[in-house]
């Protein structure tokens, strides 16, 4: 039943993705690689043995970061997608010398950000060359991520940090790792690592969502009560408020969740969070959310147009799935359009050689509010690619229609 829909929503859906939007998006992706290449020079100039990678720009300058930070991994992804798209050699030389500097990262068994550092980066390369090196590193980032599981919470550890205040923290944003361990789990056969991502994500489903489908940022699982966890906030505005970029990391996480099961209650779980942020009152008619959708002090508070770049990285995927395929990939190009504007979209030379402005780190911590953030770019040039597949799928829709 799903799958005679689901060709009817891709018949209708077709409609959606307009006969421009090859042209429209090639003429963006050369603004994009033009804005690429200042940066690799810029970002080239500031790179130290120890500080690889840019994140955000600070008082004016790019701030690097080392490997083993959690956003080291965005901008190597960036220009591996960037070969992606155009099959140009110059993108790969470069994708190269920003995702050798992490491999180190493989080894880290202190965080839970192995899919953000491995996956974005050693995954695209993997992918885009099939050199076995590349498959090794991330096998063995897959393993030291699962060391952090623990089956009487049934979640992977989120951060050790703050270990006063939190037993086992687990945060929304950890679903964005599961997909390194269902590729692990595919490409050794190895299944121990398929169901440590799935019962994560069964774990987080049942802890993390509020009656209205919004999500929790941390749920602490104290290793006496991980029964009754407490559920807490760090980078949103309360306990009880829907940070947007946490939702944003819910939205891909489970339907990512679907991709990889073809299990249906999570496809129904992403399509009650989309419902969630796309019928939100404080949802702003460009559709790039705040940095909260519960700040009191709206519309006089920062966007964060990151979590607008993963709503519609995560939009476009999940239109290829849902019932409701045609309006989300409405809203998904309907969020690109406005991250195309020049309110969103940094003109050449400008923005530290970042792409978007305008995205939110951490509000309550003071840090990287309003400013251009690195992994807000990554999911921006997702979301290109995301659709440039999506319009081979209607001219393959196109092709089969004539028989
Ligand atoms: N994973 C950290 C963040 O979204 O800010």
Known sequence: ?????????????????????TYADTKLIKKIGAQLKGSIILYNDSKTDKL????????????????????????????????????????????????????????????????????????????????????DVLIQSAKTLATRFNPNVGCIRSWDFNSKVWGFPVIIDNMMNLELLFWAAKETGNVSYKNIAIIHAKTTLKNHFRADYSS???????????????????????????????QAWALYGYTMVYRETGDDKYLEHAEKIATYILNHPNLPDHKIPFWDFNDPKIPNVPFDASAGAIVASALYELSTFSD????????????????????????????????????????????????????????????????????????????????
């Open 52 to 135: 690889v990678s840019p994140r955000t720009a600070e008082m004016s300058a790019v701030k690097m970061v080392p490997a083993s930070d959690w956003t080291s991994g965005f901008y190597p992804g960036e220009l591996w997608m960037m070969y992606e798209l155009t099959k140009n050699e110059f993108w790969k030389e470069n994708a190269l010398k920003f995702t050798l500097p992490i491999e180190q990262e493989k080894w880290n068994g202190k965080t839970h950000d192995m899919g953000f550092k491995m996956y974005s980066s050693f995954g695209r390369a993997y992918f885009a060359t099939k050199n076995p090196k590349f498959r």
């Open 216 to 246: 929790f940022h941390v749920v602490d699982y104290k290793p006496r009560d991980w029964r009754s966890p407490k559920k807490q906030t760090y980078q949103g505005y309360s306990d009880e408020s829907a940070w947007s970029r946490g």
């Open 324 to 403: 409701k395929g045609a309006e989300y990939l409405e809203t998904a190009n309907h969020i690109i359009k406005t991250l195309s504007i020049p309110k969103f979209l940094s003109e050449g030379g400008s923005n530290n050689g970042f792409l978007l402005k305008h995205s939110t780190g951490s509000k309550p911590g003071n840090s990287e509010v309003d400013v251009p953030l690195v992994y807000a770019d990554y999911y921006y040039i997702e979301s290109l690619l995301r659709r440039k597949n999506l319009i081979k799928i209607k001219k393959y829709m196109k092709k089969k229609t004539k028989y």
């Open 1 to 21: 039943m799903r799958k005679l829909s689901l060709f009817i929503a891709l018949i209708a859906m077709s409609g959606c993705l307009k006969e421009n939007s």
